[in-house]
T-cell receptor, first 109, second 116 residues
Framework: GIQVEQSPPDLILQEGANSTLRCNFS?????LQWFHQNPWGQLINLFY???GTKQNGRLSATTVATERYSLLYISSSQTTDSGVYFC???????????FGSGTRLLVRP | DTGVSQNPRHKITKRGQNVTFRCDPI?????LYWYRQTLGQGPEFLTY????????KSRLLSDRFSAERPKGSFSTLEIQRTEQGDSAMYLC??????????????FGDGTRLSIL
């Protein structure tokens, strides 16, 4: 089956720093979503981005489907950005999302 | 805009007991999904409904697990004869099916199950 790999697995930032999270996937996909799971376990939709670039405030994401990767950019990080960031993909053959193992982000004040 | 609602938020039960969780999707969404998340891992797909039809099931969904969506609205997930390994967060998601277009899945806050 399709493999979804996220890097780095863990990241510690000082408040105000910028970061880039990466998601690689091993097969063609028709859907890619980025989520933030906060310390209370809530999965928050960040982006639905099967291809192209989107921006939402301090966050932006780029997916290059032909090269099978997506990037999530966090600028001017805040302590509330702490949590786990998941990338999830969907293939044509199924409606299920397949999640990566996440990047655990800690932003220190 | 009401999001996906899951009840209960937490469930603690003894090994061997049966448990049932409920999920109410976003009202216009006709697709509903169940996922399970164990500590330190990403969510894993369990099953998917389009309206009332259960169209896909994971091998993770053993015969002790059953899911229903009788009227194409809310769904229930039942686990019979619970085991220690069933301890996890159970997440429900929903999406709106549009012919020729993919739509994102929206997740509820989950039900955290602890087996004593």
């Amino acid at each position: 089956g399709i493999q979804v790999e996220q890097s780095p697995p863990d990241l510690i930032l000082q408040e105000g720093a910028n970061s880039t999270l990466r998601c690689n996937f091993s097969d063609s996909v028709n859907n890619l979503q980025w989520f933030h799971q906060n310390p209370w376990g809530q999965l928050i939709n960040l982006f639905y981005i099967p291809s192209g670039t989107k921006q939402n405030g301090r966050l932006s994401a780029t997916t290059v489907a032909t090269e099978r990767y997506s990037l999530l950019y966090i600028s001017s990080s805040q302590t509330t950005d702490s949590g786990v960031y998941f990338c999830a993909v969907r293939m044509d053959s199924s409606y299920k999302l397949i999640f990566g193992s996440g990047t655990r982000l800690l932003v220190r004040p | 805009d009401t999001g996906v609602s899951q009840n209960p938020r937490h469930k603690i039960t003894k090994r061997g007991q049966n448990v049932t969780f409920r999920c109410d999707p976003i009202s216009e969404h006709n697709r509903l999904y169940w996922y399970r998340q164990t500590l330190g891992q990403g969510p894993e797909f369990l099953t998917y409904f389009q309206n009332e039809a259960q169209l896909e099931k994971s091998r993770l969904l053993s015969d002790r697990f059953s899911a229903e969506r009788p009227k194409g609205s809310f769904s229930t997930l039942e686990i019979q004869r619970t085991e220690q390994g069933d301890s996890a967060m159970y997440l429900c998601a929903s999406s709106f099916a549009v012919v020729g277009s993919n739509q994102p899945q929206h997740f509820g806050d989950g039900t955290r199950l602890s087996i004593l």
